[in-house]
Nanobody, 117 residues
Framework: QVQLVESGGGLVQAGGSLRLSCAAS????????MGWFRQAPGKEREFVAR????????YYADSVKGRFTISRDNPKSTAYLEMNSLEPEDTAVYYC??????????WGQGTQVTVSS
């Protein structure tokens, strides 16, 4: 079992930046691929970005490519999502997830990101 806790959300103006953090409860954090997802009001949850266990492979949704950066610090058991050039369309609850056996098995509780125009 892995517990994930997101932080760093908030209200920001369009064009601004935020950095989300996802702290994991287990020291085996480096065993898991990590990902970020988001869910806007009235919409389904969508994939944002993922990173492999070592941090040397990343993948992004087209909508955030070039603006968002996913990273991880395995000794700190923490994953990050650096978000730049934020747009009102990025407004959503952001969730981190841990991947185990090709399944997004563990999820955080989410953190709200609101981008004002």
């Amino acid at each position: 079992q892995v517990q994930l806790v997101e932080s760093g959300g908030g209200l920001v103006q369009a064009g601004g930046s935020l950095r989300l953090s996802c702290a994991a409860s287990r020291r085996t954090f480096s065993s898991y691929g990590m990902g970020w997802f988001r869910q806007a009001p009235g919409k389904e949850r969508e994939f944002v970005a993922r990173i492999n266990w070592s941090g040397d492979t990343t993948y992004y949704a087209d909508s955030v490519k070039g603006r968002f950066t996913i990273s991880r610090d395995n000794p700190k058991s923490t994953a990050y999502l650096e978000m730049n050039s934020l747009e009102p369309e990025d407004t959503a609850v952001y969730y981190c997830a841990a991947q185990f056996l090709n399944e997004w098995r563990y999820w955080g509780q989410g953190t709200q990101v609101t981008v004002s125009s």
